[in-house]
């Protein structure tokens, strides 16, 4: 059987089925997704508590110090996990999409799609973890320098969630204020669209991961040269932002898609 005659028969298929059935499917989906996040608070908080351990064999007298800082960084590293914890409890307890108007595929797509912005936050995981890790071990080499390691970590680690919170932003326009669902034009350029708005928000992996180095190695150099800890930062932070440009290249595609798709008018 040839391709198209399977597609059309796949989506014959799904109009046998309620709509509520479909959209509950298409959200069981989208949580599914969204839950893969977790991947990277584990594997970012591994890699601290690992640093912190090193750091504790070789510095038992400042055991606490490094604990503190260790837990500190993991705790922020949590973030992405627990974001992505709220949209699928939402679409668990409290789904939009349910009573959102509009053509049943295209909710369905903006469903899956919403869980598949958050897997993003994998990046923002494992880049806390990697800050939180080299800040662990540079309080175990320098404790006196503790309060400037922390200072900068925290401030590394809260940019390096960016590209998590434009996943999420992106979810929630998918959830509350979905355009697409009011929009005319082929209803299978609408869903595949919504689908493909989440997809791109998943280059914000690397932003994340790339942030997190550069807090982990500001830090590091912090505690080294306290004394430069003005331009340590400035360089750290302008790092960043340069790692941050190809997580807004994928959140213009994705508001691209979702509100001036120009695919729409190529059908």
Sequence with gaps: MELPNLLYDFINWLLTFERDALILGASAIGIGFAMIAGIGPGVGQGYAAGKAAEAVGDNLKNSKQITMIMLLGAAVAETSGILALVIGLIMLFGNPFITMQGDTFIIMGSAIGAGLTM????????GQGMAAGKAAEAVGRSPRNNRHITMVM??????????????????????YGNPMVTMDGSIYVLTASAIGAGISMITGIGPGIGQGYAAGKGAEAVG??????????????????????????????????????????LV
């Design 154 to 175: 925290l401030l590394g680690q809260a940019v390096a969630q960016t590209s998590g919170i434009l996943a999420l932003v992106i979810a929630l326009i998918l959830m």
């Design 224 to 265: 080294k040269r306290p004394k430069h800890k003005a331009l340590i930062i400035r360089t750290m932070l302008l790092g960043q932002a340069v790692a941050q440009t190809t997580g807004i290249y994928a959140l213009i595609i994705s508001l691209v898609l979702m509100f001036a798709n120009p695919l729409l008018a």
């Design 119 to 126: 897997i993003a936050g994998i990046g923002p995981g494992i």
